[in-house]
Every structure is written in structure tokens, then in C-alpha cells.
């Protein structure tokens, strides 16, 4: 897209946020979804000029009620005169830093916070957020790790999660977003989310409750079949839980170290795909490792403080050890 393209998406996103501000009907909120939908860079946009738009409101100084509308078309002018993407370079970042709340946990540490629209977040280990409820819209940012979100309905303030690149846009639903190396899962337990990679060009995917999807890096999906049972046990860490159904002992050794510092590790990449079942305790890597040696009848060495050591390490045939 070539710059002026991309100002005149800045300049329409402007013009539908002071359209915002005035009466605003079901109708409208279709025909800005529509608009929305035609191009994946417009949600940024708006974002950014819903964000210049509150700034703006923000740094005016305090007036009596009956200077107000003056003031407000001022703002509604600057926004309308296509300084959109100006104004939201300046102050999208300062607007982050001084209105977000910043949520983090610790290795291990699950935190459950309630949040000032009476929805819920459910972070887990090592994880970080960043939340700012505006009056248009509820805007979070998962910098690391994953959160489950229970949104309280508000059809005029809908729920967006950025994680990366992906974006996933509720309204009142529950769903989970977790950062990955390759890309981001996003695992919906109620109602229906859209979801949707900010890459030029990727259309929008609708996920309902048992629903689960993978949207790597480059904006590649990997949908899985609807499981409410599945997406149940991948978020058994909201009650402290790994609970394995046919996952590889790979799978499971990187979930367990997500919330440890004693780290396990496979010392014959021969077990790797070996396929486990049971739930366990996340903070009890011993047990797990224990369960392991009697299921797959290999050795365990916990003699390191710091690592557990899953089966015996492979000769080579030059006698080196693998």
C-alpha cells in the first residue's frame, strides 16, 4: 500500500471516530465492521485515532461546562482536517505509557484480576499485560506469556487483545490468547470471537465457544476442531493444573517449565514424541518426572537442584555421548 493510500485510511479512521462522538447507531457500528473488514491495517488505524482522539481530550485544559461544545469541535476539526496519522505517531506511544495499566506475574505466579468494566483476566506464569479501558473501545496488550479474559458485554465498547501481530475482538465472551515463539494461540470457551493477523491482506476468523486456532508469524492459521473438552484442558492452569490427554512428552516438558525453575529435561530425543496422559500439579515437576520414569519405564536423575534429567543419554556409535 503506497503512503497516500495509507493516509487516506489514516484520515477516513479519523473521520469515523469523530463520527463517534455524536449519535451512534446499530447501523453505524455495521457499516464501520464493513469498513473494517475490507482492509486488515484499518483496525490499527482506528486504534491509533481513537487514541489521538482521547489524547487529545486529555491535554486540553480544564473548561466550564458551557465552553465545551466549542472545544469539542475543535477536536472534532483537528481530527477531520487529515492530521490523523500525525497526531497518532506523536502521541500513541506517551498515550500507552500514561493511561495502560501494566499487569506482570512471576515464574509460576497466577494472578486472577478484576478489572474496572467487571470483566475478569486470569494471567498466567511469567506473563505481562497492559490494559486501558477507553470509552470506545477496551484495548489490551499481551507483551509475554498468556491471559484468559472473561469480558462483561458492552456492545459499544468492544474488547480487542493485541498479541504480536494477532488481534482478537470480543464483546461479551471468554476466551484465551497465548504468545508463542511462531505465533499466537487463541482458545474461546463462551460466546464468539473474531481474531485476525495485522499483515496486509488477512481476512478476519470467527472462533465460537470449543473452537481454538493458531495464527503464526506469518499470518498462517491452523484451526482445530471444536473440543470444549480440549480447550478445557489447555486452560486447567487457571486452577494450578497441566492436564495431558495424548500430548508428547516434549509438549509437556516445555508446559512444566513455563512455571519452574528447576527445569526438566530429555536426555534421549528418542522420548520425545511419547504420548502421556494424567493431570498434575504445575509447581510439582518431581511427581511428573516420577510418573514418566513408571509409565515409560526410563531412568530420572534429580540429583541437580536445578534440572531433572528424563531417561538415560544415547551412545553415539563412535562412543561419544548424544
Known amino acids: 500500500m503506497s503512503g497516500n493510500a495509507m493516509d487516506d485510511v489514516h484520515d477516513a479512521a479519523a473521520a469515523w471516530v469523530a463520527r463517534m462522538d455524536g449519535n451512534w ?45 466549542g472545544i469539542e469541535v475543535s477536536r ?21 505509557m500514561q493511561s495502560a495499566t501494566t499487569y506482570q ?12 468494566d467487571g470483566s475478569t483476566a486470569t494471567i498466567n506464569s511469567a506473563s505481562e499485560l497492559r490494559i486501558r479501558l477507553g470509552r470506545r473501545q477496551r484495548d489490551v496488550r499481551l507483551a509475554r506469556g498468556e491471559a ?20 482478537v475482538r470480543a464483546v461479551g465472551t471468554a476466551f484465551s490468547v497465548r504468545m508463542r515463539a511462531a505465533g499466537v494461540d487463541v482458545l474461546v470457551t463462551e460466546g464468539v470471537v473474531e481474531a485476525w493477523s495485522a499483515i496486509e491482506g488477512q481476512g478476519r476468523l470467527r472462533l465460537a465457544a470449543g473452537e481454538r486456532a493458531f495464527i503464526a ?36 516438558v ?7 525453575n528447576r527445569k526438566l529435561m530429555i536426555a534421549d530425543p528418542r522420548l520425545t514424541a511419547e504420548k502421556l496422559d494424567g493431570t498434575f500439579r504445575t509447581d510439582d515437576p518431581e511427581g511428573f518426572a516420577q510418573s514418566v520414569a513408571q509409565t515409560l519405564r526410563v531412568p530420572v536423575d534429580q540429583s541437580d537442584s536445578n534440572a531433572i534429567l528424563i531417561g538415560k543419554k544415547i551412545p553415539s556409535a563412535n562412543g561419544r555421548i548424544l
Open 254 to 260: 516445555e508446559d512444566f517449565n513455563r512455571y519452574n
Open 105 to 116: 506475574t512471576e515464574l509460576g505466579e497466577i494472578r486472577r484480576m478484576p478489572l474496572a
Open 217 to 252: 508469524n506469518d499470518a498462517s492459521i491452523r484451526l482445530t476442531p471444536a473440543s470444549p473438552s480440549a480447550v478445557d484442558r489447555a486452560l486447567a492452569w487457571r486452577e494450578g493444573d497441566i492436564d495431558l490427554d495424548g500430548e508428547t512428552l516434549a509438549d509437556a
Open 148 to 167: 484468559w479474559f472473561r469480558v462483561a458485554k458492552d456492545p459499544h465498547r468492544p474488547f480487542v487483545v493485541q498479541a504480536g501481530s494477532v488481534l
Open 76 to 96: 472534532r476539526a483537528l481530527m477531520l482536517s487529515g492530521m490523523t496519522a500525525l497526531a497518532a505517531s506523536v502521541v500513541g506511544g506517551l498515550f500507552w
Open 25 to 69: 447507531s446499530e447501523a453505524d457500528e455495521q457499516e464501520l465492521n464493513a469498513w473494517l473488514a475490507r482492509d486488515g491495517r484499518r483496525q490499527g488505524a482506528l486504534l491509533q485515532a481513537q487514541a489521538a482522539w482521547i489524547a487529545l481530550d486529555d491535554a486540553k485544559p480544564d473548561q466550564s461546562v458551557n465552553d465545551r461544545p
